[in-house]
């Protein structure tokens, strides 16, 4: 399904911007934050603060599924905007290409009409007609457990009450997702492996794997 809807993507140049994307609870913000510190960069953060209807959206996803998508999707091509204004590298956290996983994940459980499915998918590609692809997408791939794990640990209230099936779920279509990810240089680390935050090294071989890809990048045009 993933093939399909990158081919009804208009393949456009790609721009300076670094996004980082994963399953809740990787770290994408922590990895995001570190370079943004290590490469003098701006970022902009995933709009989950201050966002209205991310809590209800846990407690019944089958009303807040559409309006939550399109919030996110409104969102992140406002951030998009306000970075090619910036005229210089950014980072996102997350990319607005992977809110389709969500979509998708959303439709197929039934938590999504198929009216508003389409609808999505249509108003997403006809705005991605209008963005350049990041120069670099870095994809955290983690475990289940792992991520759960950290989830408990950052202890957002209304993610704790979300049943294990459903991040397994959503784990597996980031997954299929990145197997079919054709638009930009990929990277995939590994997020459990390393711990950016308490071990130093693991710190600086992560910056290293990621500034060499990026060099890689550069070299290449």
């Known amino acids: 399904m993933y093939k399909e809807f990158f081919n009804m993507i208009k393949k456009n140049k790609p721009n300076e911007t670094i996004v980082i994307d994963a399953v809740v609870g990787a770290g994408k913000t922590v990895y995001m934050e570190m370079l943004s510190e290590e490469m003098k960069i701006p970022c902009f953060q995933e709009p989950v603060q201050d966002n209205p209807l991310l809590d209800k959206f846990y407690y019944d996803r089958k009303r807040y599924s559409f309006p939550l998508q399109i919030y996110f999707l409104n969102r992140r091509f406002e951030m998009l905007k306000q970075a090619a204004q910036l005229g210089k590298p950014t980072l996102m956290d997350r990319s607005i290409y992977g809110d ?60 704790q009450i979300v049943e294990r099936e459903y991040w397994e779920r959503l784990n597996k279509e980031y997954e299929d997702y990145f197997s079919e990810y054709n638009l930009s240089p990929l990277l995939v680390i590994d997020a459990a492996k390393y711990d950016i935050v308490e071990n130093p090294n693991d710190r600086k071989e992560v910056l290293q794997i990621i500034q060499q890809k990026i060099a890689e990048i550069d070299s290449s045009k």
């Open 100 to 159: 389709m996983i969500f979509a998708k994940l959303l439709y197929d459980e039934g938590n999504m009409e198929k009216d508003e499915y389409l609808l999505y998918r249509d108003l997403l590609t006809n705005m991605l007609d209008h963005v350049e692809a990041p120069k670099l997408m870095i994809y955290l791939k983690i475990d289940t457990d792992s991520a759960i794990e950290r989830i408990k640990k950052r202890g957002r209230d209304y993610e």
